[in-house]
């Protein structure tokens, strides 16, 4: 897909077409009435290369139940749903220790209490609507080099096939992802605590169909879950993120297939039978990573380079989608009022929105980490506990649910 553009203003410009930039172009164009905005996604990676594209990789998503309503807004969960396996019951559970707790989308009342899709496939979705769309233009491969404030707004400066040309946007919205340069360039600093783990994931068959449960097992080294996949060619898949210590990291990534799927069965046990089939694995280093500026006059950053979260919650995509959708619903408000839509008044109004819902994913997310990658006594009682309290009172059990669905409690 390669959308040739000639214009070289925009109201809104995204740098970066991954899940967020891309889910915001369409959700934005959806909103506000498709041509009311001149919307240009630029995006460094090709899409048809898929194996390049950093957002669109092997990794699988749990989508909350929130973000199903926001693609239901988008007019895009038909085509999701499909790609999509529901997340029926949740197990909780703490290796060598008693505490386990299960949620379940019949007490909740929902139809799943989530959807696992894999991210090529969403991006499959995502980059088909892009091009249908008629109020988004794609610029790809194409990559952004220098963003700086003019009179217009902000300009741009394109690096393409060799050559660089500029762009003028009223709005930027930087969705380029956890390692921008671009934030750098703009003096925006970002905090940063490394967790020092890495996710390990991969797909792997199994002996017995998950049956819609996901799987969320506290382990020494830290948290591992399985989360229900769509069948393929009649193997029982699930998605596995594995966090594991630095030094387990490179022993988990090159040992031989058998020796991970014995070292996973110790750590997983036999919840699903064996383990059959073990796909392709990767790493991901993993940090908290929060930019100390989300706003400036004629810029907003969305997604993972306003805050990298650890996926143990499945809370980065989630929250990136509702900062999204709380972003165009401001800027509807904006253009209903006749405002500019990088008047930074407008943008603020979006960030305070938002504040709560960014502190509350980060602490939670943060917390859990903290709590159940460390094996110490008290820390341990404390999580027992915890799970205990979960699985005995269902009014807590139900406000967990609802936030790691996505919705408020
Ligand atoms: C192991 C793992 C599991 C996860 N599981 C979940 C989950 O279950 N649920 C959940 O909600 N979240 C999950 N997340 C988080 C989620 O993956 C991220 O929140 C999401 O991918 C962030 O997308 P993004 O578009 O902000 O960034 P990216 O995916 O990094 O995309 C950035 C895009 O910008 C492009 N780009 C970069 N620089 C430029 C430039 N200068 N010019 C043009 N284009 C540029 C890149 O090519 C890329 O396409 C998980 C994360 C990990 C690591």
């Known amino acids: 897909m390669q959308v040739q553009t000639t214009a070289t203003q925009y109201d809104v410009v995204v740098v970066g077409g991954g899940l967020v930039g891309a889910s915001f172009a369409l959700n ?3 909103q506000i009435n ?27 998503t749990a989508l909350s139940f929130g973000s199903r309503q926001i693609f239901e807004t988008m007019k895009l969960w038909s085509a999701i749903t499909p790609l999509a396996e529901p997340i029926i019951e949740i197990q909780v559970s703490d290796r060598g220790h008693f505490g386990r707790t299960t949620l379940s989308s019949a007490e909740q009342g929902v139809e799943a209490l989530g959807y696992v899709i894999e991210n090529r496939e969403l991006g499959d979705v995502l980059g088909r609507a892009m ?16 963003i700086k404030p003019c009179r217009s707004g902000m300009e741009l400066t394109v690096a393409r096939e060799e050559q660089l040309t500029k762009l003028s946007a009223k709005l930027v919205v930087l969705a380029d992802g956890g390692r921008s340069s671009i934030c750098e360039g703009l003096g925006i600093d ?23 449960v996901a799987f969320e097992r506290f382990t020494e080294s ?14 029982n898949r699930g998605s596995l993120v594995w966090t594991v210590s630095e030094s387990s990291r490179e022993e988990l990534l090159s040992c031989h297939e058998e020796t991970f799927r014995s070292m996973l069965t110790q750590y997983f046990g036999e919840r699903l039978g064996r383990i059959m089939q073990v796909g392709k694995r990767a790493a991901y280093p993993l940090s908290l990573t929060l930019a ?3 706003v400036r006059p004629g810029l907003v950053l969305l997604g993972n380079v306003a805050h990298t979260l650890h996926p143990v919650a499945g809370q980065g995509l ?25 008047e930074v008044k407008s943008l603020q109004a979006y960030l305070e929105s938002q504040n709560q819902d960014q502190f509350e994913s980060v602490l ?23 799970l205990l309290g979960l699985e005995l009172m269902p009014s807590i059990r139900s406000r967990f649910a609802r936030s790691a669905m996505g919705l408020k409690p």
């Open 190 to 212: 970002q905090t940063k605590t490394d967790y020092g783990q890495h996710a390990i994931i991969t797909n792997v068959a199994f002996e017995r169909p998950h049956s819609g």
């Open 131 to 146: 091009q249908t769309s008629s109020g988004v233009s794609l610029l790809a491969a194409a990559t952004i080099t220098q």
């Open 318 to 342: 989630n929250l990136a989608l509702r900062d999204s959708a709380a972003l165009v619903r401001q800027l509807v408000i904006a253009k209903e009022q006749q405002v500019d839509p990088g």
């Open 34 to 60: 498709d041509s009311a905005y001149s919307i240009l996604v630029v995006e460094a990676v090709d899409s048809t290369n898929f194996d390049q594209q950093p957002s669109f990789d092997s990794r699988s």
């Open 222 to 235: 830290g948290p591992l879950a399985v989360l229900p996949l769509s069948d393929f060619q009649k193997s």
């Open 28 to 30: 934005l164009s959806q």
């Open 292 to 294: 100390k500026e989300q």
């Open 364 to 386: 939670f997310t943060d917390q859990t980490v903290k709590l159940f990658s460390n094996n110490q006594w008290g820390q341990s009682a404390i999580r027992k506990l915890g």
